[in-house]
């Protein structure tokens, strides 16, 4: 693992989903920013996959189940070689099949999602296929904080140990922040790490810009089959990599302006 390169990385998506994200008028770039060192570090380092063979049969799986915060899911493919970079330029324009939330006729993307609460429990089966098949891919399922509302991933909390599913990872993108409120002012999720412990899960908690250490968790959590599944809580910041942006409930919906554009992209230059 080269810290150095996967920070890079991390960069160029943010800058190319913040370019998409200006052109298009669109929102959700709280969301993006605040999971971008994770997809880095997942495609950089984590995830056997190819960009050249899309399907391969026994590539893992990463399920973005936040489907709203799909410009950074985009640009990391792009700027992996899974289409090229040019095509970005039609994200959210009329005709495209880069919608404004993740789209499985992108390649590299497992399913559409954008209505909260549905990746995991299809995690779950893509799971459950790979050990009646006998097959060696993880399922990973990237999910937002106030995702967790939503009743169907509590079902899947339920399912997934007594399946014994240890070929799952859950990552909770915990940037404290929703739509139109702070999580604890919604509903409040604490103690989260004591509820998925009483689910039967493997718990990790990790700073989620730190890229050595999301490294070492999601590679360990990755590598264990010990009949448990695992779900790592990402402790992150919404809009991190741009001071106006950070930690404001107004950058889920709000679209950059030319002269924020500017400034954010020079912050991350
Ligand atoms: C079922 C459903 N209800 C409502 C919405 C509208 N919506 C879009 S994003 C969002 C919540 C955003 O907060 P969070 O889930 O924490 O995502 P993040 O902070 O990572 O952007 C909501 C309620 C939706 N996409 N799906
Ligand atoms: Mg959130």
Not at 60 to 87: I, N, Q, T, W
Not at 91 to 117: K, M, N, R
């Amino acid at each position: 693992m080269d810290a150095k390169s996967t920070t890079y990385l991390a960069g160029e998506i943010r800058k190319t989903a913040l370019s998409m994200v200006y052109e298009a008028k669109s929102s959700h770039i709280g969301g993006a920013f605040s999971m971008a060192d994770i997809l880095a570090v997942l495609y950089e380092d984590v995830l056997h996959v190819d960009p050249s063979e899309p399907k391969m049969v026994d590539r893992d799986r990463l399920l973005l189940s936040k489907g709203h915060a799909c410009s950074a899911l985009y640009a990391v493919l792009g700027l992996k070689g899974f289409f090229p970079m040019e095509s970005l330029a039609s994200y959210g324009q009329d005709g495209s099949s880069f919608l404004t939330h993740i789209s499985h006729y992108i390649p590299g993307v497992e399913i559409s999602a954008g209505s909260l609460g549905h990746g995991l429990p299809i995690a779950c089966g893509l799971a459950l296929a790979a050990k009646r098949k006998a097959r060696p891919w993880t399922t990973f399922c990237l999910m937002s904080d106030g995702e967790l509302d939503e009743g169907s991933n509590w079902e899947s909390f339920l399912l997934a140990p007594q399946l014994g599913l240890d070929n799952l990872v859950v990552i909770i993108d915990y940037n404290k922040i929703q739509s139109l409120g702070f999580v604890k002012d919604v509903i409040d999720l604490e103690p989260l790490i004591q509820k998925f412990e009483a689910f039967k899960w493997e718990v990790f908690t990790i700073d989620g810009h730190e890229i050595q250490e999301i490294y070492t968790t999601l590679s360990s959590a990755k590598a264990a089959r010990n009949g448990v599944p695992k779900v790592v809580i990402a402790h992150t910041v919404k809009g991190k990599g741009v001071d106006f942006m950070e930690n404001k409930l107004l950058w889920h919906y709000k679209s950059p302006n030319a002269t924020e554009y500017q400034q954010a992209l020079g912050q991350l230059d």
